[in-house]
């Protein structure tokens, strides 16, 4: 008997925790997840594919940036809050013009992010343990 077959027949259950949590994701894929979850869960996929600059140019793209950032400065906790505002503004400047500052600022604020996505996953956590699964 192989690795695979040892494998295959041991059934990993997941946990409700975990079982909620792979739901919210699903619920958010059909678009029927609540703002401002909804909104977070596209922040954090947009990061984690390409950072601040990714999230700003794609949200801008299909809807309305101002109003998605508005959804999150209701739920982001005030260092990511204030990680985003300064990621928007040196967004701003590198629409214009090439600005390595700007540059800088934005892989900063992507840093930041990722340093602290802990929190963000705890708001999520959260909000799919009110799921029905």
């Known amino acids: ?30 678009e029927k997840t609540k703002s401002p979850y909804t909104e977070l869960m596209t922040y954090q996929s947009e990061i984690n594919n390409g950072g601040h600059s990714q999230y700003f140019c794609n949200v801008d793209n299909v809807s309305d940036l101002k109003k998605e950032m508005s959804a999150l400065e209701e739920i982001l906790t005030p260092l ?4 985003l505002q300064k990621a928007y503004k040196a967004d701003l400047i590198l629409e214009e ?27 999520l956590q959260e909000y799919a343990n009110t799921l029905e699964i």
């Open 97 to 123: 013009k090439e600005d390595e500052e700007a540059e800088e600022i934005l892989d900063q604020c992507d840093d930041v992010f990722y340093e602290n996505e802990e929190q963000i996953n705890r708001i």
């Open 80 to 83: 990511l809050r204030e990680n």
């Open 1 to 30: 008997m192989g690795l695979f077959d040892i494998f295959k027949k041991k059934k990993v259950e997941l946990t409700e925790e975990e079982l909620k949590w792979n739901k919210m994701w699903e619920l958010w894929t059909e």
